[in-house]
């Protein structure tokens, strides 16, 4: 088996997070974002976050897995920023549903088995352990690097950070925001593919800008 896109709710999570993030200063990664997850249909959606960063990726994501009837976890290094993550979350009139775990990249993420989508933001300099030590779904999973501009590791590629073995089906890096370096995990078992499927698309409209971009999920 593998992640099945569904474009109808990929639509309806973008749509929501747009309404939702609507008085946030920010690009439009939170809504890319959204229906990204959404789209996918997953079932774990697990980001990093810490003290002092933007929340409205985290708004996203947890209407992301309402939308699949998901879990939606935070992964975060310290009380301090625990504290921070629910008291912003909240004042963004999202409910307390989302799991707030403080920890240890390493010890964190062994407790996260099956993750099917994940989002790590470049400026923590955990993010590559984060990634490294993620327990991915069996039906492959998709990974997202935020603020990739940002990264100190130069002519970063996907294979350096995660577990040996894992199967990256595609990368890319995405114009969005301060960039977005996303890759697609192949499904466990899945070896190589006997036909190559359709194309899904995603529209995304930068909310500053007003420019459009076009990209496949």
């Given at each position: 088996?593998?992640l099945v896109?569904?474009?109808e709710?990929?639509?309806?999570a973008?749509?929501?997070?747009?309404k939702?993030?609507?008085?946030f200063?920010?690009s439009?990664?939170s809504?890319f974002?959204s229906?990204m997850?959404?789209g996918?249909?997953?079932k774990?959606?697990v980001?990093s976050?810490?003290?002092?960063?933007?929340?409205?990726t985290s708004?996203g994501?947890?209407?992301a897995?309402h939308?699949?009837?998901g879990?939606?976890v935070?992964v975060?290094?310290?009380?301090r920023?625990?504290?921070g993550?629910?008291?912003?979350m909240?004042?963004?009139?999202?409910?307390?549903s989302t799991v707030?775990?403080?920890?240890?990249?390493?010890?964190?993420m062994?407790?996260l088995t099956g993750i099917?989508?994940?989002?790590?933001?470049?400026k923590?300099?955990?993010?590559a352990?984060?990634?490294?030590?993620a327990?991915?779904?069996h039906?492959?999973?998709?990974?997202a690097?935020?603020?990739a501009r940002?990264?100190d590791?130069?002519a970063?590629?996907?294979?350096w950070v995660?577990?040996r073995?894992?199967?990256?089906v595609r990368?890319?890096?995405?114009?969005?925001?301060?960039g977005?370096?996303i890759?697609?995990?192949?499904?466990?078992?899945?070896?190589?593919?006997s036909?190559k499927g359709p194309s899904?698309?995603?529209?995304?409209?930068d909310?500053r800008?007003?420019?459009?971009?076009?990209?496949?999920?």
């Open positions: 088996m593998k896109w569904s474009p709710t990929a639509s309806k973008y749509i929501d997070t747009v939702s993030c609507k008085n200063q920010e439009g990664v809504e974002l229906a997850a959404a996918w249909n997953s774990l959606i980001e976050w810490s003290h002092g960063g933007p929340i409205s708004v994501l947890a209407i897995a939308h699949t009837s879990r939606h935070c975060v290094p310290d009380e920023s625990r504290s993550y629910v008291m912003a909240k004042e963004a009139g999202m409910s307390s707030v775990i403080v920890g240890e990249a390493e010890e964190v062994e407790g099917d989508f994940l989002v790590v933001d470049s923590r300099k955990d993010f352990r984060v990634l490294r030590f327990k991915l779904g039906k492959g999973a998709v990974l690097c935020k603020n940002h990264r590791i130069s970063f590629r996907w294979h995660l577990e073995g894992t199967r990256v990368s890319v890096f995405l114009p969005v925001g301060q977005l370096d890759a697609h995990i192949g499904a466990i078992g899945g070896g190589v593919r036909k899904r698309w995603i529209k995304h409209i909310q800008s007003g420019e459009e971009h076009v990209f496949r999920g």
